[in-house]
């Protein structure tokens, strides 16, 4: 069976630069660095079946956003493999609306920046409006909305430009209950249609009760996975456990797991720069030499 | 291996109705807040205009240029700097500016500095239009060479294509460069003919201070745009200038394209 998502041993590696001239020089001189590093994924691999619903769960600063940042595609993986079948869409609570135009005008410009035709935007517009359901305020500018309403509408917005695999980053965590109810009831529909979603969420109760699988991420790598019910009791074990450590206790058991995740420069990460060509060199000097040429000819004023 | 010229240039043709688009929402956001809305695009330069003119016109009424008033000369090369200095300004900022909104969709983000340089371009059609009228009052004779004119605003669109492209990358990486940008396009001001003729320079310092001078781009295009209205010299009479500022723009839309596609899947990691 063709896969949907796979990931095969991705590691995501955030430089940690103490001065900002560093991040300069390693531009320049990518090989002379010494910086501390820190690993926010560490060989993570899984694999995903199409119309599988995967929920993700992890502490805070597990690594659950690089993972689903890496799935839509705004970051890239610094080791690893990552293969995507189909158009991922990533719904966060900062939706990125703009603020001074009006939500409306907002819904027309997220989709054309989704890639729709005028067409199918106006065909589309009326359910839009409808689940984002905020009634008048569609003609006021976004920046007069409420935090709930803006994640409405980039909610309403996300999942009515035809994605065919969801990533949703805690972003019903602000809605009331009804929005809830309803996004969880169009994920139905979506689950329905054999679409693949990543449902990320601190909500033991919606994961059990959506989720096929549970993917539980810790400090950058996969502690456990496999069916919802039993990763999800184990977790909230975990938790519960975690919970009764003394405040010591859980300050040295973060400060050992981070330890872990800071490297300094030990581990040989490739670098993704290629060194640049003989061929290639020759190609950019062959370019910089007519302008410099044709420069001499007119100061000289030949 | 795709050549990055021919990929990013065919993001831009097949997103054609995008930019287009975008460039208009981009206006709106601009002036949604303001009562007079898109008329500010028209009003904001008439005012400057008419200062340029109020000073140099009536108060300190500058000496006639070639036989060519000097307001009439002023003008012709301020409108385009109107349209030159934010497009360069606000283009190399537009990447830093929207990747975050861009990055979670599949958006090309080599339209960016392109959706901005057409959201500028609206206003500067106007002015043209005004240009045209205030050319038509001096009683400036129509002229085969007035065709030149456009082949000047190609110049003036591929170069500023290529150098957004260039330098929104750069900016993105290196924030200091925007500031640099900035003073530079300050400095340009005065080191392109615009406010006065460099045949000044050359009475006093001979003619190499001024083909230094001439290296600036931009010093070809707004010369260009004079010659074509006050009927100058042809395009291509002066084949080695020509030629420079080609081969100039190609290698930047090169250095450029190449560039953008090797940094733009770690734009994110940068800000």
Same mark, same amino acid.
């Given at each position: 069976m063709n896969k949907k998502v796979v990931f095969e041993n991705v590691v995501k590696v955030f430089e940690l630069y103490s001065k900002r001239s560093d991040k300069i020089a390693s531009l320049i001189m990518p090989k002379k660095r010494e910086n501390k590093k820190f690993v926010a994924l560490n060989q993570v691999s899984f694999e995903v079946n199409p119309g599988e619903t995967i929920g993700i769960v992890g502490l805070n600063g597990s690594g659950k956003s690089t993972v689903s940042n890496i799935l839509g595609g705004v970051i890239q993986p610094t080791e690893g493999k990552v293969i995507m079948n189909g158009e991922p869409s990533l719904i966060a609570i900062s939706a990125g609306l703009n603020g001074s135009l009006t939500g409306l005008e907002n819904v027309e410009l997220k989709c054309m920046m989704h890639g729709l035709t005028k067409k199918q935007i106006e065909e589309r517009l009326p359910d839009i409006l409808d689940f984002a359901d905020i009634g008048d305020y569609i003609y006021q500018p976004v920046k007069n909305y409420s935090s709930g309403m803006k994640s409405r509408l980039g909610f309403a917005i996300s999942v009515h430009t035809d994605p065919d695999i969801l990533i949703i980053d805690e972003a019903l965590s602000v809605g009331d209950s009804t929005f809830t109810e309803k996004c969880l009831n169009k994920m139905n529909e979506f689950k329905e249609q054999g679409k693949t979603i990543f449902f990320i969420s601190h909500s033991a109760g919606q994961m059990r009760k959506f989720c096929d699988r549970v993917i539980w991420l810790h400090y950058g790598t996969i502690k456990m996975m496999g069916e919802s019910d039993k990763i999800i009791d184990q977790y909230v074990?975990?938790? *519960?456990?975690?919970?009764?450590?003394?405040?010591?206790? *859980?300050k040295k058991h973060k400060n050992e797991m981070l330890a872990k995740q800071i490297q300094e420069n030990k581990v040989p990460v490739k670098n993704k720069q290629e060194k640049l060509s003989f061929l290639e060199l020759i190609k950019n000097i062959l370019i910089l030499i007519p302008?410099?040429?044709?420069? !001499?000819?007119? !100061?000289?004023?030949? | 291996m795709k050549n990055p010229v021919v990929q990013v240039l065919k993001e831009q043709i097949d997103n054609w109705d995008l930019i287009y688009r975008m460039a208009l929402f981009e206006i709106k956001g601009m002036y949604q807040i303001h009562y007079l809305g898109t008329f500010w695009q028209f009003l904001n330069p008439a005012i400057q205009i008419a200062i340029y003119w109020f000073v140099f016109g009536t108060i300190r009424a500058g000496s006639d240029v070639d036989g060519t008033p000097y307001f009439l000369w002023l003008i012709i090369g301020l409108i385009p700097w109107f349209f030159i200095s934010p497009s360069i300004v606000q283009s190399s900022n537009s990447v830093h500016q929207k990747i975050g909104l861009v990055s979670k969709m599949n958006f090309p983000v080599s339209l960016l500095p392109t959706i901005r340089i057409f959201s500028n371009s609206f206003q500067y059609m106007i002015m043209t239009g005004i240009l045209a009228l205030i050319a038509i009052l001096y009683g400036v004779e129509p002229s085969i060479k007035m065709f030149q004119f456009i082949y000047y605003l190609i110049c003036l669109y591929i170069f500023l294509f290529a150098f957004s492209l260039l330098s929104s990358t750069i900016s993105t990486l290196v924030r200091d460069f925007q500031m640099f940008l900035q003073s530079m396009m300050r400095m340009l001001l005065y080191l392109t003919p615009i406010l006065w003729d460099t045949s000044l320079v050359t009475d006093k310092f001979g003619p190499v201070v001024e083909n230094i001078l001439k290296l600036?781009?931009?010093?070809? !295009? !707004?010369d260009g745009f004079r010659n074509s209205i006050l009927g100058g010299e042809w395009f291509f009479e002066d084949v080695v200038y020509g030629l420079y500022f080609w081969s100039l723009t190609l290698a930047l839309l090169y250095f450029g394209s190449k560039i953008h596609l090797k940094f733009r899947k770690d734009f994110v990691d940068y800000l």
């Open positions: 074990r975990f938790t *519960k456990w975690f919970n009764k450590l003394s405040k010591e206790e *859980k302008p410099v040429v044709m420069a !001499i000819l007119l !100061i000289l004023g030949v | 600036n781009p931009f010093f070809y !295009i !707004i």
